[in-house]
Every structure is written in structure tokens, then in C-alpha cells.
């Protein structure tokens, strides 16, 4: 039996869920002949590891308690008397993880949201860690990160990084190590404003539909968080060095679906959202009109191509596939010289916890023949 030893940083909703598929499924992977040793979890203010990290592991049932502790919005720490583990708090975090990479073959799994992870992301690849990521930020950080992270594309994987488990990064990955270069890529990578843009075609008024799509949970507590694309530009940006482009998050041009004095700063969440979202309805309502009488329709994308990297409103012909889209599925164009006139389309569900996590355990797998 392979036995791979993991160590989960961040349990949100996604961390929490690959637990529950790590648990789920091993009747599955021990047939495959793998199994999931998860060895620590951490939170940001807390290290929860197995007594032995050489031997032991934290169980299942042990596991599952962790998901209702961080499910109940309790620490970590809530877990020293549930089971045989180690506590440790947050400013010895970092390094017993460099302690316990060191002395072990690991598997980082980052599915956290914070930049703090980048550090010792860095720092374990060279103690021969791989490292599997669906937090966007430790590859959208500086140049010199990026090139650090990816020094051992063998012991890196991100697939959920862009688009839950939809498979962009193998699909860019296979076309590029084949020698076809890729000239453009034109994609709708957010869920939410997919599916703010397919709601105003159909002449709702762009408060009315954020409205509905945050109490469907559909956008961050604060809508402004995904209204002002830098989420959908961090993705822009993996995508774009993955390319081979040198640039930074400064040299993607955003586009905002709010002005600057609508901004968290000026307005509380409540007030955008009864005040300032009808302010915005006319415009958007005008530009889906105009866009209309060109046989157009509008929707919020990323634009790669040659240095152009840029994420806002375009309008696209109804009948192609970002045109078609609707609800909030994603859609990626991939032109290349092979696929010229008709590009390579990537479609589906690129949203969710439990999508998302199903990428991050499908990476996981993906990188088994590193281990013995």
C-alpha cells in the first residue's frame, strides 16, 4: 500500500471537505493501493498533529470532529482532549511545520485564503515537499515566489486555484509541453458574475440580481468583494504566467463594477447594497441594450493575449460559448495553432466547496508516483 503523508492548511469550507472526501473515500483509494495519511491540520491560529508523525495519523473519527469544531467557527486548540494529538499554538506553527517536512516526505495542501501560507510554501519545497494548492495567492505573489514555487513542476499542483476542478491548468499544461503555443484565452472564471451578467441579459436591474444572488449565497458577505473583479484577475494572472508572462497584478488592467466612491471604505455593506446598487442599474441596463442591437451580449471576462492581460465587461457575439452561457457555469476559449478557428472550449461548474475540493483530492492522486 503507497502511503502519502498530507498536511491540510485552512479549514473553510473547502479544507473541511476534503477531509470529508479523504474519509469517504477509502474503500476507493485503498483499492487503488493509496492511502491518505493525513498527519496535521492547522488553522491560522493553531497546529493539530498525530503524536507520531512518522507512525500515526490522525483517524478518521478524529478528522471528522475537526470539521464540526471549525464548522461550529471554534479553533483548533477546542481539540486538545478529543483523541491522541499535539496542540501547538500560532507562533510555533510555522516552525514545527518546517520540523515536521523536514523529517518526512509531505504533501502541503494549502486551502486557505491567506497570503501567510507563501512563506513556508517556499521555504518546504526545498526540503522535497510537494505542494497542492486552491489558494490563489501564494502563485499571484511576487515574481520571485512564483518562480520559486514552480521550480519543481513535478511537486506543484494548483488545478483548483482557477476554476474549482475544472482541468484548465492540465489541459493549458499538456497543449504547451506539446509545442502549441497558445495566442489567446478568453474565459468567464467567475461563478457569481457569470451568473449577475446571464440574469441582466434577461433585463433584470443589476441590484435586483445581486441582490437575489447574495441571498442565494452566491457572492462573498460583502458583493463588492466579487463586483470588483480582483478575484477573477488573480486567476487572470496564474493563467497568464503560466504562459510564460513576467507580469504582476499591477499589470492587469480591472474593471470594477462599482466606482471607487461606492468602495468599502465609503459605504458599510448594507448601505451598497440599498443605496448604491441602484445607482448602477441604468448604465449596465444601457450597455446590455446597445450590446443587444449588434446581436451582442455581455459578460465579465478575462483577456490573455500577447502582452494584453485584462479583466472587465466585453461584449461577445450570443452565439459563441461564452455567449451562450449562463447561470454561473465557467467557460474557457484556449486558442493555439492547432486550435485556430475553433478553439479548445472548457466548460462547467467551477464554483463550490465540494468541487473545488474534489480538484485539490484529484491533484493529490495525480502526484502519487513521487512516493514509495
Given amino acids: 500500500m503507497k502511503k502519502i503523508a498530507l498536511l491540510l492548511m485552512g479549514c473553510g469550507g473547502?479544507?473541511?471537505?476534503?477531509?470529508?472526501?479523504?474519509?469517504?473515500?477509502?474503500?476507493?483509494?485503498?483499492?487503488?493501493?493509496?492511502?491518505?495519511?493525513?498527519?496535521?491540520?492547522?488553522?491560522?491560529?493553531?497546529?493539530?498533529?498525530?503524536?507520531?508523525?512518522h507512525a500515526l495519523e490522525l483517524d478518521d473519527k478524529f478528522l471528522l470532529e475537526v470539521c464540526r469544531v471549525k464548522g461550529d467557527g471554534s479553533s483548533l486548540s477546542k481539540l486538545s482532549s478529543f483523541g491522541a494529538c499535539q496542540v501547538f499554538p500560532d507562533f510555533e506553527l510555522t516552525a514545527r511545520v518546517f520540523d515536521i517536512a523536514s523529517h518526512l516526505g509531505l504533501v502541503i495542501v494549502d486551502c486557505s485564503a491567506s497570503s501567510e501560507t507563501t512563506e513556508i510554501l517556499s521555504h518546504v519545497i526545498d526540503l522535497g515537499c510537494c505542494i497542492i494548492l486552491a489558494n490563489k495567492k501564494p502563485l499571484t505573489s511576487t515574481m520571485e515566489y512564483y518562480d520559486k514555487l514552480v521550480s519543481q513542476p513535478?511537486?506543484?499542483?494548483?488545478?483548483?486555484?482557477v476554476r474549482a476542478g475544472l482541468p484548465i491548468i492540465a489541459s493549458l499544461?499538456?497543449?504547451?509541453?506539446?509545442?502549441?503555443?497558445?495566442?489567446?484565452?478568453?474565459?468567464?472564471?467567475?461563478g457569481t458574475l457569470g451568473y449577475v451578467m446571464s440574469e441582466v441579459e434577461d433585463g433584470k436591474p443589476l441590484s435586483q440580481v445581486v441582490r437575489t444572488a447574495k441571498s442565494l449565497g452566491y457572492t462573498e458577505p460583502d458583493p463588492r468583494d466579487d463586483l470588483g473583479g480582483m478575484d477573477v484577475a488573480r486567476k487572470a494572472l496564474i493563467l497568464a504566467r503560466l504562459l510564460g508572462r513576467r507580469i504582476t497584478m499591477d499589470s492587469i488592467k480591472?474593471?470594477?463594477?462599482?466606482?471607487?466612491?461606492?468602495g468599502p471604505t465609503v459605504m458599510s455593506v448594507d448601505e451598497f447594497v440599498s443605496k448604491g446598487l441602484p445607482l448602477l442599474d441604468k448604465s449596465i441596463c444601457e450597455r446590455v441594450a446597445k450590446a443587444s442591437v449588434s446581436g451582442n451580449v455581455l459578460r465579465y471576462v478575462c483577456v490573455i493575449e500577447g502582452t494584453r492581460c485584462e479583466v472587465g465587461i466585453q461584449e461577445l457575439p450570443r452565439d459563441s460559448p461564452l455567449g451562450r452561457l449562463r447561470g454561473s457555469d465557467n467557460v474557457l476559449e484556449v486558442?493555439?495553432?492547432?486550435?485556430?478557428?475553433?478553439?479548445?472550449v472548457i466548460q462547467g461548474a467551477g464554483a463550490g466547496n465540494d468541487t473545488t475540493a474534489a480538484g485539490v483530492l484529484a491533484d493529490i492522486l495525480d502526484i502519487q508516483d513521487l512516493f514509495p
Fill in 14 to 53: 473547502v479544507g473541511r471537505q476534503l477531509l470529508h472526501h479523504i474519509v469517504s473515500c477509502r474503500s476507493l483509494h485503498a483499492n487503488q493501493g493509496v492511502h491518505l495519511r493525513v498527519v496535521g491540520v492547522c488553522d491560522s491560529k493553531s497546529l493539530v498533529v498525530a503524536p507520531d508523525v
Fill in 173 to 190: 499544461n499538456r497543449i504547451l509541453s506539446s509545442g502549441d503555443p497558445v495566442h489567446r484565452l478568453v474565459g468567464s472564471l467567475s
Fill in 335 to 344: 486558442y493555439t495553432r492547432c486550435y485556430n478557428k475553433q478553439p479548445l
Fill in 254 to 262: 480591472v474593471e470594477s463594477l462599482y466606482p471607487d466612491e461606492m
Fill in 154 to 161: 513535478r511537486r506543484i499542483r494548483h488545478e483548483s486555484t
